[in-house]
């Protein structure tokens, strides 16, 4: 037997659909939420309320407020792997270190929380990559603060994920700021605002 997911990524600035005029019907046929960093909790929890399935999240760059308010109801997968109904999904949260907050990171640093990850990932695979940042030179940008994580190709090479979903470089930033890219077998998501993927067919068993 064989089911079909769509996913709504999310992103860096609240769609205004899914909060000021928002209706549950907009909700229907997702079955995962994930987001890609930088949101207010507020927001998350929002949609966490009215939303049956799991609200996952890995922290942006403007993020500290988590700390003290993280969103309800939602589940940080920030250097961890969950798997819903046999997708298997991980997280690294944050950007590239340029002013010294606690969700930024040198290269260093982020490589090392990137082996962490792949010893929690192991044999099983990957099937969605879902981080903050996008990796270099793929749908990054040129200043420090948008320069992507050359790191994160370890994953993409090794684990070729079906997805791997990014946050952090706005598509109002440039005019040709792509919103799909593919990356060998990976297909790259800006999540910028809102995204809705339809996952495709995987093996329920």
């Known amino acids: 037997m064989e089911k079909g997911y769509r996913i709504l990524f999310l992103a860096d600035e609240p769609d205004k659909g899914l909060w000021d005029f928002f209706s549950k019907e907009k909700l229907d046929g997702i079955e995962i939420i994930i987001s890609c960093g930088d949101l207010p909790p507020q927001y998350l929890s929002f949609l966490a309320t009215y939303f049956k399935g799991p609200v996952y999240y890995v922290h942006g760059n403007h993020d500290e407020v988590y700390d003290k308010n993280p969103p309800d109801g939602c589940i940080c997968i920030d250097d961890r792997v969950v798997e819903y109904d046999g997708i298997r999904i991980a997280g690294l949260g944050g950007s590239m270190e340029y002013n010294g907050g606690i969700y930024q990171f040198p290269e260093k640093s982020m490589k090392k929380r990137v082996h962490r990850l792949m ?48 946050g952090h470089v706005h598509m109002s930033y440039s005019y040709n700021q792509p919103r799909l890219t593919d990356h060998e077998s990976t297909l790259v998501i800006n999540a910028y605002q809102k995204y809705e993927y339809d996952y495709g067919s995987v093996d329920a068993g």
């Open 119 to 166: 010893r929690r990932i192991g044999r099983k695979g990957l099937d969605i990559f879902v981080t903050h940042s996008p990796a270099f030179e793929l749908n990054d940008s040129r200043d420090l603060p948008h320069t992507g994580f050359q790191c994160f190709y370890e994953i993409l090479g090794k684990y070729r994920p079906k997805i791997f979903a990014h």
